[in-house]
């Protein structure tokens, strides 16, 4: 396999980088919303606790599965751990950032 460019890998990268942060925002505000919605029932009608708590569950599930698709190294395709701000990748050291 041929090596990667290093602006390429930095692109890759960056475009990782926002769809991961648009994930997480979304996670939290529909984790949030079903929260609201329970304790606010007059916002958009009522919906059981077990409705939900399924939401938040399908939510967070789907949010880990996409995490451990999309955020990985777009050199080595190593998972890139918990920092979202990264310089280099831990397992191959490629420049992120």
């Not at 190294?73 to 490629?94: N, T, V």
Request: charged share 25%.
């Amino acid at each position: 396999m041929a090596k990667r460019d290093d602006k390429e890998i930095m692109r890759e990268y960056r475009s990782r980088q926002t769809r991961q942060i648009i994930a997480v925002t979304a996670a939290i505000f529909l984790v949030l919303l079903a929260a609201i919605l329970y304790k606010r029932p007059d916002l958009l009608g009522a919906f059981s606790i077990r409705t939900l708590f399924g939401m938040q569950v399908t939510t967070i599930a789907s949010f880990l599965v996409y995490t451990a698709y999309n955020w990985r190294c777009p050199s080595c395709d190593k998972h890139l751990g918990s920092d979202i701000h990264r310089q280099r990748c831990g397992k191959c050291g490629a420049r992120l950032q």
